[in-house]
């Protein structure tokens, strides 16, 4: 049978959260207990917020179908800062259909339309715990550029960050003083908010010490985030989705 990628759509919905849940057991279960991975994939697709995604001109979202089954899913959206990141999100294939070289297609099209958009680098990230991931990204010409702390469940895991093209890590680190400490802004790991960039902010230069989040339209501190994972600007409004393990860990 002939495989098609194409764009996913709402009618794609419950096959791909099938999907993303089985590729999330898979490569986590021996990791991240039941309960954070359905939160996780109800925060990425749920009905409404996956709604919200395919409907966002600033990201791409496709779906590798065959013979009327959905067999994989890849997202991924260009974040602007002081380089432009085309950031890969997830990449979920059908556990019974690895190894057939569905994943490595639609990472290629996933970072031809990203490439289009005049990124600077491409960038991927997955938990160490997922050795199989680290490999794959690293398969495909990508290079281990950096790796931080996340919480997950109560658990502490560390997540690599894979990325082609490096534009270099010296200038990625941005010091800012306040009232009460002096921060550093992670420009490279920024969150595309509504109106600009987040920014991670963290009180030491080995990014162990996660401070919050900045605002960059505004430079505000005042950033909050509700159980779901969504941040917003008091200062000036700003807001962004959850991302990645947020609905886990935040």
């Known amino acids: 049978m002939n495989m098609n990628i194409r764009p996913a759509t709402e009618a794609d919905s419950e096959a791909i959260r099938e999907v993303a849940a089985a590729s999330l057991a898979t490569s986590y279960s021996h990791a991240v207990d039941a309960e954070s991975r359905d939160r996780a994939v109800a925060a990425w697709y749920g009905v409404d917020t996956l709604a919200d995604r395919l409907a966002d001109d600033g990201s791409a979202f496709l779906v590798a179908v065959e013979g ?6 890849v997202q991924g959206e260009v974040i602007d800062g002081p380089d432009r990141i085309g950031r890969i999100d997830w990449l979920h294939v059908d556990p019974n259909r690895r190894g057939e070289g569905i994943g490595s297609q639609l990472l290629g099209q996933l970072e031809t339309r990203l490439r289009e958009q005049d990124v600077d680098a491409v960038e991927g990230r997955v938990l160490a715990a997922n050795t199989a991931g680290g490999d794959f990204y690293e398969s495909h010409s990508f290079t281990e550029v950096g790796e931080r702390p996340i919480e997950i469940g109560g658990q502490t895991f560390t997540e690599r960050r894979y990325r082609k093209r490096d534009v270099g890590e010296a200038s990625n680190l941005t010091t800012v003083e306040t009232d009460a400490d002096q921060l550093y802004l992670a420009t490279d790991e920024r969150e595309r908010g509504s109106k600009g960039p987040f920014y991670p902010a963290y009180t030491d230069t080995d990014r162990t010490e996660r401070y919050g989040y900045v605002c960059g339209p505004c430079n505000s501190e005042e950033v909050g985030m509700d159980p779901m994972g969504r941040l917003e ?10 991302t990645r393990w947020d609905a886990a860990y935040l």
């Open 68 to 73: 009327g089954n959905l067999v994989g899913v």
């Open 233 to 242: 600007c008091s200062g000036c409004g700003n807001g962004r989705k959850p």
